[in-house]
């Protein structure tokens, strides 16, 4: 069956510091999508980044960055230099195969609660 | 820009009342999908729309049903309201499994 798995409930920094948020997922397709999205206090889901099954190039995005290493099944999140902006929930996300392709089903993560400190 | 507008941000029902969430989409994506999203679980998914008049249930479809008559219109119906269906609630659009986008969610209060 389709998982995914933060094993980090809540993380703390100091601004500056760098971050990792982890992500594991479990999936029987060979052709799948994984998502990161970042959601602040406001609540909205805001995408940063996917990436499909047979792209493992890593990829950076000023101070974001992303390891995914299909061998342990894991998209991890760094933030290079972290800000109080940087605070919110971060959810990694894995989209499966429907019914005939037709349907496309976003499963999430619990999500990591990242706070950053002045 | 593709924009998926959920028609209350804040709403407060009584137990037992029926409660209509609407969702619309400007882009004509075929699939349409809610979430419900809680501290520590983060998003569930409740039922989701391929087509017009089309809907399938998701992982925690029970107290809930669905319409789409329209296929920019998503709504969710929650039959009964109870106080476990206290949440927020997130509707989401999208073409293909590439992009999906998200409307700012409704966050419900069943009292």
């Known amino acids: 069956a389709q998982k995914v798995t933060q094993a980090q409930t809540e993380i703390s920094v100091v601004e500056k510091e760098d971050v990792t948020l982890d992500c594991v997922y479990e999936t029987r397709d060979t052709t799948y999508y994984l998502f990161w999205y970042k959601q602040p206090p406001s609540g909205e889901l805001v995408f940063l980044i996917r990436r499909n099954s047979f792209d493992e190039q890593n990829e950076i995005s000023g101070r974001y960055s992303w390891n995914f290493q299909k061998s342990t099944s894991s998209f991890n999140f760094t933030i290079t230099a972290s800000q109080v902006v940087d605070s919110a929930v971060y959810f990694c996300?894995?989209?499966?195969?429907?019914?005939?392709?037709?349907?496309?089903?976003?499963?999430f993560g619990t999500g990591t609660l990242l706070a950053v400190q002045p | 820009d593709v924009k998926v507008t959920q028609s209350s941000r804040y709403l407060v029902k009584r137990t037992g009342e029926k409660v209509f969430l609407e969702c619309v989409q400007d882009m004509d994506h075929e699939n349409m999908f809610w979430y419900r999203q809680d501290p520590g679980l983060g998003l569930r998914l409740i039922y989701f729309?391929?087509?017009?008049?089309?809907?399938e249930k998701g992982d925690i479809p029970e107290g809930y049903s669905v319409s789409r008559e329209k296929k920019e219109r998503f709504s969710l119906i929650l039959e009964s309201a109870s106080t476990n269906q206290t949440s927020m609630y997130l509707c989401a659009s999208s073409p293909d499994r590439e992009g999906y986008t998200f409307g700012s969610g409704t966050r419900l209060t069943v009292v």
């Open positions: 996300a894995l989209s499966e195969e429907g019914y005939g392709g037709a349907t496309n089903k976003l499963i």
């Open positions: 729309s391929y087509d017009v008049k089309m809907k």
